[in-house]
């Protein structure tokens, strides 16, 4: 019966894996990947525009070195905000209207600079294109402080006093809960914007495990394969060989996307070297890093990623089972799709209060719904990396999952014993209340 049960696995894996869908799929997944992680690369190789220099013109029409004055604070406001486009900055004497003539063919910036009675200083920002907002604000910041060192210039006020008046106020942040730190709430706020990238691959891969468990064993159905199959093994066999190729599947396809997100992050290194651009994505994962350092947080991964991997691979095995157990009960991927609809529904509401768990803080209620199955593999890790929850926490979560498990194998196989080989149109959930009721198979 071993054997059986192994040659039924490698078959179901096999029928999964050696697919021109799956090698086309995966073939778009990889070229994604590499295209989503290079694509300011890709588009400087292809002569685009992306993070090329800015070349900017300054006419000044105020005689009061303004053109000098705002050249270099657009420099200062550049190194703060390390902007990765460099600025050229050229001041002009030519005339408003024959530099308007130029920059449509050199698509550069045009500042004029003009003095103001009322507020020292005033400006005209001319282009033959749109500006990038976030550039835009760096010379708006720029003309800013160049507007205030000219008033300085005019007034008795001391340039020492006014930058104490303008700076920023220091502050001292104190929380009086002694369970929360500041650190955490470094931790908070680098979850609610790394996690939902991180959990989506997750999302994608259970709605894609039930689909394809529900799709196999109506296949089987349809064909009537399954009372072949059936009358050489039993259905418990024959269930779990499709519990365990699936997830054996879904592991395999969650390796390679690890691997195709690895290889484009090395291709960006190399090519941001080759051609000289910037190298954001790796700076932002240095910055995670750093913050994971300085919260201590990196000190704990060591035992929170097996957790969490032991969460999502028992959340696999649940979510798993019970699509077999639905599809068992079904003759056609019609009746499928309306019977999974409870599944979906609950993990698309885990997924949007994982995205969403800052806004319960502190909520016990929140804290109920990480240990309930399907909703934990999703919410509780985001909980644990914000310090909402403790390892405790997430021990119960597996703890409760498994006991779902256990009861849904129990109880399942009944089910799948008896629908497996049933065709009957009835109404699905009448057709599995009565299954459970029965209780010789």
């Not at 078959?11 to 073939?27: G, Q």
């Not at 760096?138 to 205030?148: H, N, P, R, S």
């Not at 700076?283 to 995670?288: A, E």
């Not at 991927?333 to 698309?348: K, N, R």
Request: aromatic share 10%.
């Amino acid at each position: 019966m071993r054997n059986k049960f192994w040659y039924l696995t490698n078959i179901s894996l096999k029928k999964k894996i050696k697919t021109k869908w799956f090698l086309i799929a995966n073939i778009f997944i990889f070229l994604g990947l590499i295209l989503i992680t290079n694509i300011d690369s890709i588009i400087t190789i292809f002569g685009g525009e992306f993070n090329n220099d800015i070349n900017i013109v300054v006419i000044d029409e105020t005689h009061l070195s303004s053109a000098t004055i705002f050249k270099d604070n657009l420099e200062n406001t550049n190194n703060i905000l390390e902007s990765s486009a460099k600025t050229n900055v050229e001041i002009s004497k030519n005339s408003i209207e024959l530099e308007k003539d130029k920059l449509k063919e050199t698509n550069k910036i045009l500042i004029v600079l003009e003095e103001s009675k009322e507020k020292v200083l005033k400006a005209k920002i001319i282009s033959n294109d749109y500006i990038d907002t976030i550039y835009y604000n760096t010379l708006l910041q720029a003309l800013t402080q160049t507007k205030t060192k000219l008033a300085l210039d005019k007034t008795e006020i001391d340039e020492d006093e006014l930058n104490k008046i303008t700076s920023l106020i220091d502050v001292e942040r104190t929380i009086l809960d002694e369970d929360k730190t500041e650190e955490n709430e470094e931790m908070s706020m680098l979850t609610n914007a790394l996690f939902p990238t991180i959990i989506l691959p997750f999302f994608i891969l259970v709605v894609f495990l039930i689909q394809m468990i529900g799709a196999e064993i109506n296949e089987e159905k349809q064909t009537r394969s399954m009372e072949v199959i059936i009358s050489n093994v039993s259905p418990k066999v024959h269930f779990f060989s499709k519990v365990l190729a699936s997830n054996i599947f879904v592991l395999i396809q969650s390796l390679l996307l690890f691997i195709y997100g690895f290889i484009g992050i090395f291709i960006r290194i190399n090519l941001a070297n080759k051609i000289g651009s910037p190298n954001s994505i790796t700076d932002t994962i240095g910055g995670y890093l750093d913050t994971l350092k300085t919260t201590g947080f990196i000190d704990k991964l060591i035992y929170v990623i097996p957790l969490i991997i032991i969460l999502m691979i028992l959340s696999f095995i649940a979510y798993s089972l019970v699509a077999g157990i639905l599809a068992s009960m079904t003759v056609n991927m019609e009746d499928f799709q309306q019977i999974q609809t409870p599944i979906m529904l609950v993990s698309i509401v885990g997924y949007y209060l994982a995205i969403m768990q800052s806004m319960f803080k502190g909520s016990i209620f929140i804290k109920i719904l990480s240990y309930v199955p399907f909703l934990s593999c999703l919410l509780s890790p985001a909980l644990l990396i914000s310090g909402e929850i403790g390892i405790i926490d997430v021990v119960i979560a597996i703890l409760i999952l498994i006991g779902f498990i256990y009861i849904a194998i129990k109880y399942g196989l009944k089910i799948y014993k008896i629908g497996i080989l049933n065709y009957s149109t009835d109404k699905m959930w009448s057709k599995l209340f009565k299954a459970v009721k029965q209780k010789e198979i």
